[in-house]
C-alpha cells in the first residue's frame, strides 16, 4: 500500500522532489494550525458546559457579580436560570431551555471532536508523505555525491 | 540589437503581467476562503433554527442591541444569505478558472519570447 506512492517518489527528479517536499510541509504546517484551533474551541465550549452545569444547581435569587467588561464587576442576583440564551452564529441568539442549552453544548463539543479526529488522520498521512519524500530525498543527494 | 531589446521589453511587460495575475488568483482565493467559512456558519445556525419549535424565540444581534426576531423571519434571512454566498462562490470560481487560463496562455507566450530572444542572441553572437 505504501510501496506504490514511494515508488512515484523514487521516480522524481531531486529538484522536483524538493519542491513537492516543501509544499507537503506547508500544508502539514496549515492542517497543523487547524487542529490547534479546533483544539482550543473545544476547550473554550468545555468551560461553557461547565459553566452551565454549575448555573443550573444555583438557586434563583442567589447573590452573583456580574462582568460588565474585563475589570469592572457589579454585584447582581440570579434570575431564572432555566432559560439561557445561546449564540449560535452570524450575530443569531436562540432562547432555550437550560436542558437544551446544555445539550447544545454537547452536540458542539462532540461535532468538534469528530472533525479534530479526521484531521488528525489526513494530517498524519500528510506527514508521512512528507517524511518520506525527505528520507528519499536525502538518498538521493548522498547518492550523486557519495566521494564527499 | 534593437529586436532584441523590443523583445525584451515585450518580456518585461508581460512578466509584469504575469506577477499581476498571480497577485489577482491570490486575492481570489482569499476571499473565496472567506466565503467558504461563511457560509459554513450560516448553515450551522440554519441548522440549529430547524431544530426549534415554533413558539421559541429567536433574536438577533445588530450592533449592540439585541432585536427579538420572528423564527420565520430568521429563516428566511439565513436561508437567502447561504444562496447569495453560494453564488458568490460560484462567480468566484468562474473568475478564478479564468485567471488560471490567462495565467497559463501568459507563461506560455513568455517562454516562446524567451526562446526567440535566445535565438536572436546566439545568432548575433555567430555573427
Redesign the interface.
Known sequence: MAATPRMELEKMSVEHLRGLKEQVDMEVNLLQDSLNNLRSANARLEIASAALQDLSVRPQGKKMLVPLTASLYVPGKLDDSEKVLVDVGTGYFIEKTMVEGKDYCERKIALLKSNYDQLLEVTAKKRSIADEAGAILQAKLKHLAPSQ | MSAVKELTRDLENKANDFRKLEKDIQKNQQVKKKYTI?LG??E??LK??DL?NED???????GPV?VK?DLAE?NAN?RK?IEYISAELKRLDGTLQDLQEKLNSKQESIAKLQQRIQTLQAGKAKA
Request: no cysteine; aromatic share 4%; proline share 0%.
Open positions: 461563511q456558519e450560516n450551522l445556525v440549529e433554527l426549534l421559541t424565540n429567536v433574536y438577533k444581534l445588530i439585541l426576531q430568521a439565513v444569505r
